[in-house]
């Protein structure tokens, strides 16, 4: 069973800084694909951020393309989320969920991709 734990989430002013964590423990890499996903009070989940285990192929969503960064670390089975100029709509319990499976048929910013997830942690941006 694989297991996703978040970290880094916190209270920051707009404008401001966060990386998030995401460690993933019995997972090994293969043809799936690791996303940050987010879910704001009254709002449904949405994809942030996709990357493909193998090639390392990034997706964005608009809304936050060129302030956010996914990346992943396959030797110590992380990934992150580098996120900058912080704006309070970004303010959101954060996901990282993981995929055993190809990622083609619904991407990598699609919950349909994907197989596991994280408790969340929750990142508030004041103005």
């Known amino acids: 069973q694989v297991q996703l734990v978040e970290s880094g989430g916190g209270s920051v002013q707009a404008a401001g800084s966060l990386r998030l964590s995401c460690a993933a423990s019995?997972?090994?890499?293969?043809?799936?694909?690791m996303g940050w996903f987010r879910q704001a009070p009254g709002k449904e989940r949405e994809g942030v951020a996709g990357?493909?285990?193998?090639?390392?192929?990034?997706t964005y969503a608009t809304s936050v393309k060129g302030r956010f960064t996914i990346s992943q670390d396959n030797g110590k089975n992380m990934v992150y989320l580098q996120m900058n100029n912080l704006k309070p709509e970004d303010t959101a319990m954060y996901y990282c969920?993981?995929?055993?499976?190809?990622?083609?048929?619904?991407?990598?910013?699609?919950?349909?991709?994907?197989?596991?997830w994280g408790q969340g942690t929750q990142v508030t941006v004041s103005s």
């Open positions: 969920a993981a995929s055993l499976r190809s990622c083609i048929s619904y991407g990598a910013l699609s919950e349909l991709s994907y197989d596991y």
């Open positions: 019995r997972y090994t890499v293969g043809s799936g694909c």
């Open positions: 990357i493909y285990r193998v090639g390392g192929s990034t």
